[in-house]
């Protein structure tokens, strides 16, 4: 069955650039998404289709995919942005999450 | 704007059935556009996919709980529910409702949900 992998924690420190990796077998010939997801809060999309911001999602947050592996990038990385992350991908009519990443702003 | 919101008992025995409802507020279950869907969260762990529905009744099951589980949708209260049957501890989890903007390539993404409603498994 597909799955998607992500570390358990990222650190960046305020203004830097953070990223958080997905892999999946051929990940970069599907599309994944990601969420921010704040404690006590439910998800928020943040990338869809690879790419995509949705409305109301600030210009820092970007992403790529390509051959096994997706990255969400945080530019100028804010306090406000301390949450966990989730990538997913559709995978034969399933829906497949990562495990999540604790992104940490020290 | 719409709202997802979840309703249904916080507490469910083993061996019994998890019946939870989502509502649609300020818009409708009927729309064209989208699918509606159910994911779960186990207390400090991540997000599982349940299965999502279209408003024509299609459905879409995630294989690792396909046998235990009923989405149906409620056109005339819109609303869409989700059953789980048999439950045990390891069912224990905030369940949510989102929408999804259909089955095409690339329209799997959850862009909206609901503020989710803990469900526990106890005797």
């Known amino acids: 069955s597909f799955e998607l992998t992500q570390p358990p924690s990222v650190s960046v420190s305020p203004g830097q650039i953070a990223s958080i990796t997905c892999s999946g077998e051929k990940l970069g010939d599907k599309y994944a998404c990601w969420y921010q997801q704040k404690p006590g809060q439910s998800p928020v999309l943040v990338i869809h289709q690879d790419t995509k911001r949705p409305s109301g999602i600030p210009e820092r947050f970007s992403g790529s995919n390509s051959g096994n592996t997706a990255t969400l990038t945080i530019s100028g990385t804010q306090a406000m942005d301390e949450a966990d992350y989730y990538c997913?991908?559709?995978?034969?009519?399933?829906?497949?999450f990562g495990g999540g990443t604790k992104l940490t702003v020290l | 704007q719409l709202q997802l919101q979840e309703s249904g008992p916080g507490l469910v025995k083993p061996s019994e059935t998890l019946s939870l409802t989502c509502t649609v507020s300020?818009?409708?279950?009927?729309?064209?556009?989208?699918?509606w869907g159910w994911i779960r969260q186990p207390p400090g762990k991540g997000l599982e996919w349940i299965g999502s529905?279209?408003?024509?009744?299609?459905?879409y099951y995630s294989p690792s709980l396909k046998s235990r589980v009923t989405i149906s949708v409620d056109t005339s209260k819109n609303q869409f529910s989700l059953e789980l049957r048999s439950v045990t501890a390891a069912d224990t989890a905030v369940y949510y409702c989102a929408r999804h903007p259909g089955t095409g390539v690339g329209n799997w993404f959850f862009d909206l949900w609901g503020r989710g409603t803990l469900v526990t498994v106890s005797s």
């Open positions: 300020a818009g409708s279950v009927r729309s064209s556009n989208y699918y």
């Open positions: 997913q991908a559709w995978d034969f009519n399933t829906v497949v």
């Open positions: 529905i279209y408003y024509s009744g299609t459905t």
